[in-house]
């Protein structure tokens, strides 16, 4: 067994907000010692409030014993001196999404932690060569992608920067499988595979809503009760935050030279520059408030299947992209979509269902339409359909 995996070795968490917290959480469950640092004392205390709050209510559910939960705690050292993380056998950053900060987090940590100690982002949306690219030793260095929240969901994307050795990816791996969570391998590209593969659950919709094919209740409607999906794009984007969704569809745009199969819409821009963040805000594409009034949808099932068919055929053609650009294999592109953002079913295996010649002929009547680059059908469904296979 690695020395990584024992209950005495120490891990480290680089920023203390809830993503911070969550893995700190994850890690000291499962009786390791964890520093979990922040540069703000001010922060430190109120994750500690706030990390004892949510445990307590665990409590009172009778998930977890006083015990446990004491436990958790007396295993998590708030910490506001780095230097502290020399005795950590890994490292895992949950700052900010900036880059240069990101790189002088983990400057100053390869002057502090011993020659062995696997450094790891937490990034969703920056290249790991790029973060690696100040480091003088970026064969220990990886991206380990946390779900939000942290304990709950138990998808984690380990993604390999081009100088990772196999041993640093490895022993990751391990260690995170033994905190009972669900990996898959992805390569180092934007949104890596559960933000770049889901972009068209929410862009499709909302191009659907632009044209007047449906109003957002109904569009929800479809995805949730045809579709089954557990929250319609338009109040998932609400959830999520429509500044954060926003940004993750710009970011991946951006990175893949924009590529117009990600182009962002005026119409969420608009909502975002408005403040009309979502559930946060009191007001995004549903009104929040406490007397708010939200129109009901058109429950008209051929109209819903109509918007559900276009949605699944643009991720089930996202899902080929990714397995024909060697992101991730077939398996994971799927386990990474039902363990990452609770989809129904892998969407390669349901494309295999609704038989991958439906899909195409979708995708090819979309792109007669509209003459757009975005609705062309990626090679390797082509390719599959030509040569009569399935992706299972």
């Known amino acids: 067994m690695s020395k990584y995996l024992s209950e005495d070795n120490f891990v480290g968490v680089v920023g203390a907000g809830t993503m911070g917290q969550g893995i700190a959480q994850i890690a000291s469950t499962y009786r390791h010692q964890v520093f979990l640092y922040d540069a703000y004392s001010d922060q430190l ?15 009172e559910k009778d998930r977890m014993t006083q015990e446990e939960v004491d436990g958790i705690m007396e295993r998590i050292h708030f910490e506001d001196d780095l230097t502290k993380f020399n005795q950590c056998e890994i490292v895992i950053e949950a700052v900010i999404e900036d880059l240069e900060i990101k790189q002088d987090v983990f400057q100053r940590l390869e002057g502090i932690v011993s020659r062995d100690c696997i450094l790891a982002t937490n990034t969703s949306s920056l290249s790991i060569a790029a973060i690696s690219s100040v480091l003088k030793k970026p064969k220990r260095f990886l991206g380990i992608h946390f779900f939000n929240p942290a304990p709950i969901m138990p998808l984690v994307e380990i993604v390999p920067g081009i100088s990772t050795t196999e041993k640093t990816v490895n022993t990751a791996r391990t260690l995170i499988d033994n905190w009972d969570k669900t990996t898959v391998l992805a390569k180092d590209t934007p949104g890596f595979i559960v933000n770049r593969v889901a972009r068209p659950f929410y862009g499709e919709a909302i191009r659907q809503l632009e044209e007047g094919v449906a109003d957002i209740p109904t569009i929800d409607w479809a995805m949730k ?61 549903y009104d929040y408030g406490d007397n708010a009034e939200n129109p009901e949808p058109t429950k008209d099932k051929d109209l819903g299947q109509e918007i559900v068919d276009r949605i699944l055929a643009m991720l089930i053609n996202e899902a080929a992209d990714a397995v024909f650009m060697n992101v991730a294999t077939v398996e994971d592109v799927d386990l990474a979509m039902t363990k990452g953002v609770n989809y129904p079913k892998g969407l390669l295996k349901w494309g295999d269902e609704i038989g991958l010649v439906n899909v195409l002929d979708r995708l090819t009547s979309l792109q007669t339409e509209y003459r757009e680059d975005r609705y062309r059908p990626n090679p390797l469904l082509k390719q599959k359909v030509r040569n009569g296979e399935t992706f299972y």
């Open 45 to 59: 205390g109120n994750a500690k409030h706030s990390l004892r709050k949510i445990l307590q209510r665990q409590v």
């Open 225 to 285: 009760e045809i579709g089954k999906f557990k929250m319609g794009p338009f109040k998932l984007m609400d959830f999520i935050g429509n500044d954060i969704n926003y940004k993750v569809t710009e970011t991946v745009f951006e990175e893949f030279f924009y590529d117009p199969r990600f182009k962002p819409s005026f119409t969420q821009k608009r909502m975002v520059e408005a403040g009309y963040l979502g559930k946060k805000s009191g007001k995004g594409f």
